[in-house]
């Protein structure tokens, strides 16, 4: 079957509805990369759940497992259950599914804004500016600027990067909020840690992310990420999505699997023979490295 694919996000995140509680995604051109990046399912899963809310309703949170890898060859078909409507809050379960089984799981909730305190004291780095920051990655749907390098041969992926959609979003906050999901699985909090100590970074295992603010998918935004903990082959990391006068967006917290070895190890193998895969890489490792050098998700 031939599918066809977004030519943006904006097109990416419309989604098809089927049924009552029942929509399809579309997929991206992602070059050789076999499998789905893990933001693209987390951002229609949160706007298959959105369909389902009143629209004074906007998203505060939602946390997600990765459960199998998706294919960049078949469709998403994403599952709403309703779990809870009260007075100001909306609460969702949705699931993604490809060819009859789950590959994303999410619980999310919905509250109708108002009025509050504000405070943040969420850390931050000092960065330059975007403009003064080398271009990296290739994608059609994303403008990237790395703070930090990413190598993917010497394990090294950045854990600070400038991004922002290239197509506008529009003035809709929720639209605005499914971008920022979007991009908040780039990158990894142990990707400039030293491979000796942690193993090389692997599959994402699951992602939480809490909205604070109104800020632009396609504006610039700060990806900023801190390794926490790693053990028993799992690494925890944190991070913030700010603007780029600062405001606080969004908040992260993601764990990923951390595999054994160093990918110098991995590159010593035979590029014809099977790499050892954990959800969502590439089986091949030559299509993984050029996968690699042409996604900014950076695994």
């Known amino acids: 079957m031939e599918l066809d694919l977004a030519e943006d996000l904006p097109d990416l995140l419309t989604l098809e509805r089927v049924d009552r509680d029942l929509f399809r995604g579309r997929n991206a051109n992602y070059g050789p990369r076999q499998t789905l990046y893990g933001g693209q399912v987390a951002a229609q899963c949160l706007l298959a759940a959105a369909a389902t809310v009143e629209p004074d309703r906007l998203p505060h949170s939602l946390h997600g497992y990765f459960l199998r890898a998706g294919r960049s060859d078949v469709p998403v078909i994403l599952e709403v259950d309703r779990d809870r409507d009260g007075r100001s809050f909306s609460a969702r379960h949705v699931v993604a599914v490809q060819e009859g089984e789950v590959i994303f799981s999410m619980i999310t909730s919905f509250h109708a804004e108002g009025e509050g305190g504000h405070f943040d004291d969420a850390p931050r780095r000092t960065t330059p500016e975007p403009e003064d920051t080398p271009k990296a990655g290739w994608t059609p749907l994303l403008q990237v600027r790395e703070v930090t390098p990413t190598d993917f041969l010497k394990g090294v992926f950045t854990d600070c990067v400038w991004v922002r959609s290239a197509a506008s979003l529009g003035a809709d906050p929720l639209m605005q909020r499914a971008g920022l999901t979007y991009l908040s699985d780039l990158g990894t909090g142990f990707g400039q840690q030293h491979r000796s100590l942690i193993g090389r970074g692997g599959p994402s295992i699951d992602h939480s992310l809490w ?79 050029r996968a690699q050098r042409e996604h900014p998700a950076g695994r």
């Open 211 to 289: 909205f604070h603010e109104d800020i632009r998918a396609d504006d610039w935004v700060l990806v900023d990420l801190r390794p926490v903990k790693a053990r028993s082959a799992r690494g925890t990391y944190h991070g913030s999505l700010r603007n780029r006068q600062g405001v606080l967006g969004a908040t992260l917290y993601q764990e990923q699997l951390l595999l054994p070895g160093s990918m110098s190890d991995a590159d010593a193998a035979p590029v014809t023979g099977k790499v050892a895969t954990v959800g969502r890489e590439p089986g091949d490792f030559a299509a993984a490295r």
